[in-house]
């Protein structure tokens, strides 16, 4: 249940790409949140996180999980320029990021 629930308030619940069926394949943004928050605080931490990001803290988030993200070559339209919302994860991110 506990990576229903992160996909429920991550993928499903910020993320522009989520599609039900695709539970396997995950983010950096997602990865880095499931290694580091329990449920309750990513909960906790979602609940007050902008869905429209401002990008304040795009280089943290650059260095911390997109360098280390499968979708980065050749599948992160965010980071290629192409106009493309980031990842669901990286509002949250973003959110701790300015607690």
Known sequence: MRGQARRELI???????????KEDLKCGAYAFLERNLSTGELRSTARRANPRCDFSHDGVIRSLICVRCDFLDGGCGFREGLRSPPCGGYAIVERLLKK
């Open 11 to 21: 993928c499903k619940g910020f993320c522009k790409f989520y599609r039900p069926g």
